[in-house]
């Protein structure tokens, strides 16, 4: 699977942003997709995934009521709307897609990752 990230940019605190990622040489349909982010000097760390229907997801505390992963299969691409965004979610974000159905916040579990964009909040 190939993935391919896009809707980062710059924008104040409070405000909102759409990030994309689309898939291709191989569907996402029956994998669960997942968000990470990793800021500047500082480790990777989970920030959202979803199951393969798109039934159940899973966010990181620190972005829970403000962020939204959603996933359309028949478009092969997966998106994570944020709202509120504040200074600390300053960061490049990657997608993943996972070989299993079951989300997971592990990293490990992910074994293809997109490019990554870079979101800038600034205060």
């Known amino acids: 699977v190939q993935l391919q990230a896009s809707g980062g940019g710059l924008v104040q605190a409070g405000g909102s942003l759409r990030l994309s990622c689309a898939a291709s040489?191989?569907?996402?349909?029956?994998?669960?997709m997942g968000w990470f982010r990793q800021a500047p000097g500082k480790q990777r760390e989970f920030v959202a995934a979803?199951?393969?229907?798109?039934?159940?997801?899973y966010y990181a505390d620190s972005v829970k009521g403000r962020f939204t992963v959603s996933r359309d299969n028949a478009k092969n691409t997966v998106y994570l709307q944020m709202n509120s965004l504040k200074p600390e979610d300053t960061a490049v974000y990657y997608c993943?897609?996972?070989?299993?159905?079951?989300?997971?916040?592990?990293?490990?579990?992910?074994?293809?990752w997109g490019q990554g964009t870079l979101v800038t909040v600034s205060s």
């Open positions: 979803i199951n393969w229907s798109g039934g159940t997801t």
């Open positions: 040489r191989r569907t996402i349909s029956g994998r669960a």
């Open positions: 993943a897609a996972s070989n299993s159905g079951s989300g997971s916040s592990d990293y490990n579990m992910y074994p293809f």
